[in-house]
């Protein structure tokens, strides 16, 4: 459900709400009833957490970002195992018309919507709702079990093991899987650098690791 917004009450570009004046006493408290205020702030989210878990297949692919991800064939993925793919990946999965149900997981609102994809279930930080709007359901990691500093493939680990899945297979995730292989597919036609020092990509694998022993899942990198 979309509320209408009360007199007074603003919109911003990140999807968020904001009251310009605390004297506006009964918008404030329509705006506490239906919306998530942010801490110390006359500011709100939409409250849209709604996700629903789905049944998925034992083995899950989950496909990352890296430069492997330009070389993902039809021949590798086609079938019944459930697809999780982790922000714009998604488009180039989603182009090879495979036959496996496929989601999304987007975990920043920095993204916007370039990971909206009609092929594919979309599963989005509930910070995210504001731009998404009905293009996803959405998630507050700490329903989930998980701290709220995630990352976006420990919450697609996250879903699949509450979804049945028992063994994940990791793809594109060059970085974790070796240390040295630090950028984007270019597919992804965004510079690795916009989100901080490619480095990070290294340590992520020890991350995962621990975050597959905590679900209980086997993992493989592909």
């Known amino acids: 459900m979309i509320h209408v917004l009360p007199a007074g009450i603003k919109s911003l570009p990140d999807g968020t709400y904001y009251a310009p004046r605390s004297s506006m006493y009964q918008s404030i408290k329509y705006m506490d009833e239906h919306f998530i205020r942010l801490k110390g702030e006359l500011k709100w989210l ?26 993902i064939s039809f021949l590798d993925l086609n079938g019944e195992d ?23 997981v987007q975990q920043d ?11 594919a279930k979309m599963f989005a930080n509930v910070f995210c ?16 079990g998980l701290p709220a500093g ?15 899945a028992k063994e994940v297979y990791l793809w594109a995730f060059d970085g974790a899987k070796t240390g040295t292989v630090l950028g984007y597919a270019k597919c992804i036609g965004t510079d690795p650098k916009w989100g901080g020092n490619p480095i990070r990509f290294a ?16 993992i493989m990198f592909m």
């Open 150 to 164: 995630i990352l976006s493939v420990e919450v697609a680990m996250c879903i699949a093991s509450l979804g049945g």
């Open 82 to 104: 459930s697809i999780f793919c982790i922000n714009e990946s998604i488009h180039k999965i989603a182009d090879l018309n495979l036959l496996n149900d496929l989601y999304v």
């Open 109 to 119: 609102l920095k993204l916007g919507r370039r990971c909206v994809n009609s092929k």
């Open 129 to 144: 709702c504001g731009l998404l709007q009905d293009d996803a359901t959405y998630y507050d990691p700490t329903d989930l």
């Open 46 to 71: 939409p409250h849209r957490t709604n996700i629903v878990i789905p049944d998925v297949t034992p083995s899950v692919h989950i496909i990352g970002k890296g430069p492997s991800l330009d070389k």
């Open 203 to 218: 340590t992520h694998h020890d991350i995962i690791v621990a975050r597959a022993a905590k679900l209980g899942l086997e």
